[in-house]
């Protein structure tokens, strides 16, 4: 039940926040919040990360809808005790879904969040996407070292 309310609680908080930016912003509109460090920015991405493979928006549904689905039966498929990978898991699956509402929509995912030291835009499903693949990468490893540590 846990995993559920992760997954719903990202898809909403980013779809809120993308709601109130096209809602209050012009596209292209840049608000400082830390003057050359941060900007709130409004564009739209018809790609993946840094705009690649722009307009393809077809390719992103049928992707997005299969690692949602392989995504979701390794969550149902993880023991109780495997807590990490399924919050790692439940982040990913909610920042595609909020990618791919919007992809859906509009056939572009809209960015705000604009660190000027960090060149792409990206938005709060991003974020959950990002967060989710280190936290895999961290259990990965951890497993690792246990697994060298039984070794010894």
Do not use: C
Not at 41 to 68: D, Q
Not at 101 to 114: A, K, S, T
Request: net charge neutral.
């Amino acid at each position: 039940m846990g995993i559920i309310i992760i997954i719903l609680g990202i898809i909403l908080i980013d779809q809120i926040s993308k709601l109130i930016i096209v809602n209050n912003m012009v596209l292209g509109q840049s608000i400082p919040v830390i003057n050359n460090f941060f900007h709130i920015t409004y564009v739209r991405n018809p790609g993946a990360a840094f705009g690649i493979l722009a307009y393809r928006t077809e390719f992103f549904i049928i992707i997005t809808t299969l690692v949602v689905i392989i995504l979701g039966y390794y969550v149902y498929k993880l023991k109780k005790d495997q807590l990490l990978l399924k919050i790692a898991f439940a982040l990913q699956i909610g920042g595609a879904i909020g990618n791919f509402i919007d992809r859906i929509r509009e056939g572009y995912v809209v960015d705000f969040l604009d660190f000027k030291v960090w060149s792409p835009v990206f938005n709060i499903a991003d974020m959950a996407i990002v967060i989710g693949v280190g936290l895999f990468a961290l259990e990965v490893l951890l497993e690792y070292i246990n697994e060298k540590k039984a070794e010894v």
